[in-house]
């Protein structure tokens, strides 16, 4: 009988989905976090035996997350994931690497009458995500950005691309250019880094990249987010991109007699392109 | 054999997908919008005999969302599906009702430097809805916001409630009140309105209400946010609201020997509490 | 000051979820059902006042799911929401009306060797609901499949229909017709009926009518399928479909020089058709 | 200034869906199938440059992929995904690897008078999945089931786990296993094999073993099953499961007067566990 193994093992908690209010006298402030945990350690025997001795209940890790936001501030998923990743390493008993993923997503207060409401709030667009993966060697975090919708209505084309027998576009100088920004950025440092401050500044710096030149394909603006984000940023490392390219044809308005000057698109869904790829310092070993 | 016939047909499309974008200089405007249509008439040769002579084809249909929107301004959705919803009607061939429901996802210009983008965007949160009814008669038009989620870390309870053999929920006077706001409302007035700004100011004042009170339940909330509606704004006849209770749990801090004073909660999503109703003038018929 | 009142006021609990395990000897049985409650009634008080003694929780709601499924068998959807329609309605406190909507999962049996298992189930395709609503009057009843997807490869067209300005959409005699069936049929009797081998029939007799025709439009297939079901089942009064009609586009593979005679079709999820009809018997008042 | 360069750049298109139908005389088949296609290569100078010269645009991948359904069978996605991946690394112009992934959606021919129909189909539960891989070194195959709900009623436990100052969960030896088997086995041959009773073999064979034992843990049943698929099936060379564990927590009905014998269970859709690992055998490098 052939022989088998268990490799790649690993278990966790997923949708542990938190909300922490703090109290300052009558001003709130709010934290809606989604948390997933994930161990690496030595389980073969509860795989390959059915021994649980050595595993931790994923009801225990959702436990540890409630209890963790009571102890420990939640004003940057950064940090607080890294409490976690600390304790899962700590405590496995045999966990050799803890990944905490987690998922903010903002809430703004509303204004009324011009003034910020001190314990109301509306969610605002968009996600703040945070991977914090640790293990014997120390943490690693990285932060990151998910589901940010952008679109330009002009500056952008497609041209000059390979053709082969089955090509069918043309070239363009001028179309719509529409993603869902995720992007991911590896800190450098292993110091503790105001997370805050620089996740917003990162934000900006790929809008206003997006923003700021003629984009001769999602591949090369791509590029130029990373690349502006290291240069403005030096404890990043490495940002990675993944961008949907989501299409918008220019309707065919001939048969009504009409004109169509970049002026009336249809938006469709399926399929699409997907681009990603990693910008990273060139001295990195 | 027993005799049967049809009743409540109708048809149309849903999910066009449009995207306008309008150039003034070098500053674009852009309105992203998903159109349904749904046409009301004689068509019972079409469902009883397969004689399709009296059916305008659901691909007409979106010919007609896209080149309406070449010849006619998208500035406001309610204004838009007039024009769609009085066509269909003439040109039907049978069309009794035209139903025309729109969305449209709002995109604001990305900020880089201080200064507004020309035509770089990125999407807010909400949804703005719109539905124009056409008939015979004249047109009837709602408009609404759908998907504006809302929380309050505190002001809201629940107590005194009716109590049979199956209540075990406590008392509290003190609890997260989130929902995700739906709300429609119905103009009275058959003639042009300046629907933007109507809009924005129901909007505001759906917000200032949910915020400004002891919510002793979601449905008096309701009833409050709908009569300052009715109040401030008198070409509104009704308004209608879908409120989902998104319950946050406190969770049981207990087994690890911490407090939790109304801090730390569990988010769930199922069950949920849906409460429903329509606030209307007194004086309607 | 204009005065305004709660109209169409109404409430209850969503996504109840629900797994009730049989068990005769060795051999299990499995219901996976999802409840959903509504109330309505004389609630004016809570809406406008923010008085809840009339107000039943919907906590309590939920739990009176769950209490009520350990009291009465699951067989039927239909007769386990007629429990709870029955027990709202009676315990109000000023309910006049209940309805109960009840959405079961289907498992089955999973082989073995031949064998049916007595405790090992997979997912089978398909929803069967039920909505059960009870007044003062009594109860109705209706049952229904949701997201029953069916395709067929020929046999159905879409000719010589009406063109206006803006069709630019060819006849055609050969085309796929795919769509997900969502159909509910209400029961005549309010005596009890055997509702399992009549789910069964009305679903079968969709099915056969769906496959035994050519269909000149999606139209009257749904009549034909609503006549059919009335004609075999005389305890059933009316039949509603809503078909989306989910386009399979022939790809245009000239430019490769390729033929395609209904063979490779491209399929497009938006925008789509979507046709709606009640097929009812005629003497019905 | 810092040097950066792009690193883990690829790119290609997502959810190309199409349908083939095959005409044998009357009697169709069907093949419903969702296309993804990703590659990698030298394309620095598009990302750095914006030069698109050597890329291949996502819209003809889109066309290559219907034009090869015209001339190469789907009857079983792992060859036509083979034929797909050997042509985009020769075509590339620069492609080094390309990956393409299926899903296969299963549908079954309706039965009508006991007879299968030529050309009326309904949608069976579940996909199958494939992915290839192809690079200058040759192709490497993996095929998988998506989705494939499975659960049993009894004979499951949780017991003897490890238990840190935040365990609160109790030990059970008689619980609900529901689960969405993710499963991909990789080919160890590269010669073709006969993918289509593999495929049914394979799914069938993780089935029975879901349903034979005892479950100590999700992980202990992730185990068994792999190594029931590399025991009966030699052409497999490796196994990867990812098992979300579905809860079904007995719902506490004591309130009531009522007890639970593992009868009535609450669905859970957050948080979830969450299970995976790889079986291989022992003797590969």
Request: hydrophobic letters at 40%; glycine letters at 6%.
């Amino acid at each position: 009988m052939s022989q088998v193994r268990i490799v790649h093992a690993r278990y966790g908690k997923a949708d542990v989905r938190l909300v922490k209010v703090s109290r300052a006298g009558d001003t709130h402030t709010l934290h809606d976090v989604n948390v997933a945990i994930t161990l690496e350690g030595d389980f073969a025997a509860a795989y390959t035996e059915g021994d649980n001795r050595q595993l931790l209940a994923t009801d225990t890790m959702r436990n540890t997350v409630y209890a963790f936001a009571r102890e420990h501030p939640l004003d940057s998923i950064e940090a607080f994931g890294a409490h976690l990743a600390r304790h899962f390493i700590a405590t496995g008993p045999t966990v050799r690497v803890a990944e905490v993923r987690l998922t903010e997503y903002p809430w703004q207060r509303i204004t009324v009458a011009g003034q910020p409401h001190p314990h109301a709030f509306t969610r605002a667009a968009g996600e703040r995500v945070a991977t914090v993966r640790g293990d014997l060697a120390g943490i690693v975090t990285t932060a990151g950005v998910d589901d940010l919708l952008v679109l330009k209505t002009t500056a952008s084309g497609w041209e000059d691309f390979y053709r082969d027998d089955y090509t069918t576009l043309a070239d363009t100088n001028d179309r719509i250019f529409a993603t869902a920004i995720s992007a991911t950025w590896a800190y450098c440092a292993q110091a503790d880094l105001d997370y805050n401050p620089l996740w917003i500044g990162v934000r900006d710096q790929i809008l206003a990249t997006f923003s700021d030149h003629y984009s001769p394909s999602v591949q090369n603006t791509l590029y130029r987010m990373g690349r502006a984000v290291l240069e403005h940023f030096p404890v990043i490392e490495r940002i990675h991109f993944t961008l949907p390219n989501k299409h918008h044809l220019l309707f065919n308005l001939e048969p009504f007699g009409q004109t169509n000057a970049n002026e009336i698109f249809q938006v469709t869904s399926e399929p699409y392109g997907l681009i990603e790829g990693t910008v990273e310092r060139s001295d990195l070993q």
